[in-house]
């Protein structure tokens, strides 16, 4: 492949032709790329084959879809803020919180609720406004005040798992109205609609990212602040904005956690920890920590490793106690496997 | 070349290559005890490539390097390569939250049993420090220096290992003229004493007067190797060149504005007046101006004397604390890039890896940023093929070499990623351009033709521009030249060509001979 050195002597016919190959070959290795966790995938496929054969069960693995798509949800939110350049630890707390408040806006007095007793579709809007304000504090307060954005969504993370557990006396919210579970319970056919939900947000966010403005506006914040300032972005707005949809996609991540277990628990979130295997599952996916880096179909890559090696271990029978070490040494594993498939675009 | 006498330091036949791209093609080249070699060549010649073999950073596909006629060290061994060959990179390497001490010894500190022996390393630092003449405290925090006590501290410390080699890789890019001069005293002492240097530099006059020979490197190999004194200009810039001298140099000849008349003064574009800002580049203390639609103005200065704050302010990339900034009769808003670019304001800032362009993202992507809003529909839909339609004719305008449209801009050379900054200032079709030292750190002929392209554009769609710079060439094509003394507006020049004794004479706050 020569280098086009003298564009003026070159036929512009022929060069034009050649930018067309090749800006369609970049194209194509960045999928490659974003897909590189693919191989992981099926050796997985493989393993739990192997392990179990309840593994390739659709029931089996509706369940692990099940499993995964809250989850899923919250990586989406997570890779935005961490594509920007930014980090929000506290989306955790808002997958909590959000259903926590609007289940206890929901639930008679004898069930722990306030007894304003509103209907689901009143319920999951106040869902979604928790998660919106919730990041537009932390956007503004992070974006306008400068205040360091681990520390203040540290705080944040602790605040909200307080007030989760502070206005139920940690108690969990039963005998949620169905509409309001449908979303993290119900089934098309044999298919979870949580995760129909998951896979189009995942599929609308990506699409965003590569062909709406804004969303390439995303990777020139992540990628170099104050050149897309030069260049007229308006930085400010559109890091406050994912901290936004960030609040937003954990709420929901929050809903659907809810209907799958037909409770909300003061635990859920926050004390389950799971800001962790979000974080996880977007730098696994190839979300870079430093911003201006990753995708959806990576981070997507890095949710369904990370449900199907639990997966694989419940099946397996490992020991309870042994469980957790296991975990995360596949996911350093995971982690090591995609940077060597992946290359430098993994390599934060 | 007497064969019994070996150079200190030597490239026997190296050859590099990255990717598709050759970067040396059996390079030879030689530094002797006590002379000072030039290498010059265009962007992308191959002499970052070259430094970085002969330093130890990067290893050669083939060919070698001796000292002394010694085989050099495995590439990696840094303590080795260092204790043999000092290098000063472009980049400042200081670390400026430490200590003038600590980044004089960084990585390599005197020890006294196992932990850092502070006390001998301050010592040290304030004899090495004396022989040069130099009074800083050694525990003096580095960030609290001039730029140019920085880049002393770094020659004394890399020299203070005891090597006779010295790497110079554009050390004047970020000193003033006293720096400058004070840069090649120090440097003339070194060879003096036997010290061998080889030096990096765009400049030709720096190479004239430094240099003893000159080595020219175009597309990785070696073009030209000869005395300094033997040499004309000419000379030396066609052999960086090549064949595309001729249309560079009818492209310099078109430029100077002398050769247009001069447009009759139409409507006020720009009106700045008694702007207040404050800021480490240099702060403005009441800074007044107007620019006419289709004038172009040069705007220069000391380092210190706000030339930068001011185009920065202009563009909305610095806020200010009072003045006002007028556009089209419509104030502005203090620290809105955004709304400059709105109003018709595009801008090509001083330092392009930090505001000039996204390095992970691609050239068409980089050019189009500033009309992304333009480009995508209602919806705010955009493809990437939309975006490499409108960045092709900017590309072939500027002759931008790449792979391709989609390449990331961080893979390009320093000219061509210059380049990409200028079209997406240009993209917009603005009405005012604002260009900051747009040909800092740009080879001759992409010089030419940066100035070339700013000039036609000006010409061709009416736009004003507003040229910011401390090199006096650069100030040729436009139309007046606006000379700032801390923070105000001391004199202005309107007859080109102007007179760089006159100019010199003016930063410094003197009124030149025969004006008043």
């Known amino acids: 492949m020569p280098e086009v050195r003298e564009p003026e002597t070159t036929n512009t016919t022929e060069l034009s032709a050649a930018v067309e190959h090749r800006s369609r070959r970049l194209a194509a290795v960045a999928f490659v790329r974003g897909a590189a966790l693919l191989p992981v995938l099926v050796v997985l496929l493989i393993i739990g084959s192997a392990v179990s054969s309840d593994f390739f069960t659709t029931s089996n693995l509706a369940g692990v879809g099940q499993q995964i798509s809250a989850l899923g949800v919250v990586v989406v939110g997570e890779s935005l803020i961490i594509m920007v350049g930014g980090m929000d630890l506290s989306l955790e707390s808002t997958f909590g919180l959000a259903p926590m408040v609007a289940a206890w806006l929901m639930v008679p007095v004898a069930a722990y609720g306030a007894g304003t007793l509103w209907s689901p579709v009143l319920g999951i809007l106040v869902l979604l406004a928790v998660g919106a304000i919730i990041g537009l504090i932390n956007g503004v307060m992070i974006v306008k005040a400068r205040l360091n954005g681990f520390i203040f969504t540290l705080a944040m993370t602790i605040i909200l798992a307080g007030i989760q557990d502070g206005m139920v006396n940690g108690q969990s919210l039963f005998n949620l109205p169905a509409a309001f579970t449908y979303v993290g319970a119900a089934y098309v056919g044999k298919i979870p609609v949580s995760l129909l939900v998951t896979a189009a947000i995942f599929i609308a966010v990506g699409l965003f990212l590569r062909y709406h403005r804004v969303g390439r506006d995303i990777y020139a914040v992540g990628g170099n602040r104050e050149a897309a300032r030069a260049a007229g972005v308006r930085v400010d707005r559109v890091r406050i904005g994912v901290y936004v949809a960030g609040g937003v996609l954990a709420a929901i991540g929050g809903l659907m956690e809810a209907g799958r277990v037909s409770s909300v628990a003061s635990t859920q979130g926050y004390q389950e920890g799971i800001i962790f295997n979000v974080f996880a599952a977007a730098v696994i996916g190839g979300v870079s920590l430093r911003g201006g880096r990753g995708g959806m179909l990576g981070a997507a890559c890095g949710v369904v490793l990370l449900g199907l090696v639990q997966n694989i271990l419940d099946l397996g029978n490992v020991s309870n106690y042994w469980i957790e070490a296991i975990d995360g040494g596949v996911i350093l594993l995971a982690l090591m496997m995609a940077r060597v498939v992946g290359g430098e675009v993994t390599a934060e | 070349m007497s064969p019994q006498i070996h150079p200190v330091v030597e490239a026997i036949g190296v050859s590099k290559r990255f990717g598709s791209t050759q970067a040396l093609l059996s390079v030879d080249t030689a530094l002797r005890s006590g002379r000072c070699l030039g290498l010059m060549g265009r962007n992308g010649a191959g002499k970052s490539t070259l430094v970085s073999i002969l330093c130890g950073l990067l290893g050669a596909d083939a060919g070698e390097v001796r000292f002394d006629g010694e085989p ?121 004493g036997g010290v061998a240097v080889l030096y990096i530099s765009h400049h030709l006059e720096e190479v004239f007067e430094i240099c003893h020979d000159v080595v020219v490197l175009r597309d990785g190999e070696v073009v030209l190797t000869a005395p300094t004194p033997t040499l004309t200009q000419d000379q030396l810039v066609s052999a960086m060149v090549g064949d595309v001298a001729a249309p560079v140099t009818a492209a310099r000849a078109a430029s100077p504005a002398a050769r247009v008349p001069r447009p009759a003064l139409s409507e006020e574009r720009l009106a700045v007046s008694d702007i207040v800002a404050t800021s480490t580049r240099g702060s403005l203390r009441g800074a007044s101006l107007v620019v006419h639609a289709g004038e172009r103005v040069g705007l220069t200065g000391l380092l210190g004397a706000g030339v930068a704050t001011l185009g920065r302010v202009i563009v909305g990339a610095h806020g200010y604390q009072a003045g006002t900034i007028r556009f089209d009769g419509r104030p502005l808003p203090p620290g809105r890039p955004d709304a400059a670019l709105a109003a018709g304001i595009g801008y090509i800032p001083e330092d392009r890896w930090l505001e000039g362009f996204v390095g992970l993202l691609g050239i068409s992507e980089n050019m189009t940023m500033s009309i992304a809003r333009r480009l995508a529909g209602r919806l705010g839909i955009l493809t990437p093929s939309a975006r490499t339609l409108a960045a092709r004719p900017l590309a072939e305008q500027l002759s931008v070499v790449s792979r391709g449209l989609g390449q990331p801009v961080a893979e390009l050379s320093g000219g061509n990623q210059q380049k990409v900054t200028v079209a997406r200032a240009l993209a917009s079709r603005p009405k005012l351009i604002v260009a900051i030292t747009p040909t800092r750190g740009v080879d001759v002929a992409s010089k030419e033709l940066l100035l070339a392209a700013l000039s036609d554009i000006t010409r061709a769609t009416g736009a004003s521009l507003l040229l910011a710079s401390d090199e006096f060439d650069d100030l040729q094509i436009c139309d007046r030249v606006i000379v700032l003394v801390r923070g105000q507006v001391f004199t202005e020049f309107t007859e080109p060509p102007y007179d760089d004794e006159e100019l010199i004479a003016a930063t410094e706050g003197l009124v030149p001979v025969g004006r008043q």
Do not use: K, Y
């Open chain 2, 72 to 192: 050099a060290p495995p590439v990696g061994d840094i303590g080795a390569w260092r204790s043999r060959i000092a290098t000063v990179f472009q980049h400042s390497m200081v670390v400026p939250q430490l200590t003038v001490a600590e980044n004089m010894f960084l990585g390599d500190q005197p020890r006294h049993r196992g932990v850092v022996d502070w006390r001998s390393m301050r010592a040290e630092t304030r004899r090495v420090l004396r022989e040069w003449d130099f009074n800083v405290d050694p525990d003096v925090e580095c960030v609290t220096l001039t730029v140019e006590q920085r880049q002393i501290v770094e020659i004394a410390g890399a020299l203070a290992r005891g090597t006779r080699i010295l790497l110079l890789d554009e050390p004047t890019a970020a000193l003033e003229r006293d720096g400058v001069r004070r840069l090649f005293e120090r440097v003339r002492a070194l060879v003096a």
